[in-house]
């Protein structure tokens, strides 16, 4: 795998003595579709903020292209290199979106003349409105469409289907998988819609009250998670002392039912070690693991 | 060729692309020789991840199922015609296996679950569901 091109160590930072982050660790591989997934509030918008230098971490680290976002001029050059679409699409009301366009286009240097047309097409955005007349996800679409044509090797999207239709939810998707497939991009989006996460990325990271909870490849969290179900012809004498991996056990009756991350071969041994009447594994989805990492404690 | 993933399945989605191709050539949808869709075009057509779609093309190349050639893409290995015999062999013996089951009065679930629970009980760490991928 490429070298990161996010990477943070035990990320803090403080609001008047509350930590909206609270060590938080990321590592966002190149040429990656990473979903940031969590719960309103746990975290996403600050994270993305620090990212761009906008705003100073208490603790830790945050580095983008391997280059420190805490220090300005460094922050400087990592704002030229990526392309951030964030919720508050702060625009010009008055401008059209041929004019905005071409004012974002004097601010950088690699701007992509030759992609213009395909995504004022793509993403169905009239060029003679006004941006005080487009709706919300037509604003999520436009500076998508200025993040894209700036030339960046990074996008970072803060919830950037929020508000959209399933149809424009659809386009953004196709749209953010060519850029990868075609142009190499690296995509970093927070969201906390479950599917669209599932339906692109190769990463995800969730964190909950600023801290990363569970992350890695997708397909790989998905692979070690199991979930399984043992059904004695009799009742047990009190719980299982259960091997390394099993996060979660619930004991009923003759049934006990585990949610593993890791070790599952061993798990199913010491399972089927207790002579049970069946021991049935079941595949577990994303939207499990995300609540039953989040309804702990 | 048509693949239809659920993205929102426990399964991961590699594994899904996987069974699918494999699934396609037991079938004949696939031959020998015969060219898969480039990683661009699966992934823009099937809106998924093209990192997902490279590690599938590289677990069937690891397996034999697949070739991959630099600059031209997948192709179907020759040597898939004879797994294809032995798949259809199998299949007959899955066939009589569950039409006696059927015989005995027990649901298309009940058999269902059965296999599940037999295969369950039979695994060994070199079984790929939930084993160490990557």
Redesign the interface.
Known sequence: MADPVITTQELKKAFNGHYALNGLNLNVPA???FGFLGRNGAGKTTTIKLLMGFLKPSEGSARVFGLSSADPSAGMEIRGRVGLVTEDKDLYPYMTVSQIIGFARGFFAKWRDDLEGRYLKVFDLPPNLKIAGLSKGMRSKLMLLLAILHGAELLILDEPTEGLDPVAV?DV??EL??L???EGITVFFSSHQ??EV?????HVCIIDRGTSIIGG????L?????RLRIIFDRELDGPIHWVEGVEHVRQAGRTVEILASRN??AI?SQA?SFAPA???????????IFLDYLRRD | MTFRLNPSSGVPIYLQLMEQIKHAIEVGALRAGEQLPTIRKLSEDLVMNPNTVVRAYRELQHEGVIELKHGSGAYISESVAGEARVTRKAQLIVQSALERLMSLGLTKDEARRLFENELAMLRTPTNPVGGENG
């Open positions: 040429g990656s579709i659809e998707l196709r998988v060519a990868a497939a075609e479950l599917e599932e339906q692109i990325a190769d490849s997708l397909d790989d998905k692979g070690q998670h199991q599952i071969d199913v089927r069946s021991v049935e594994q079941f595949p577990v989805t994303l939207k499990e």
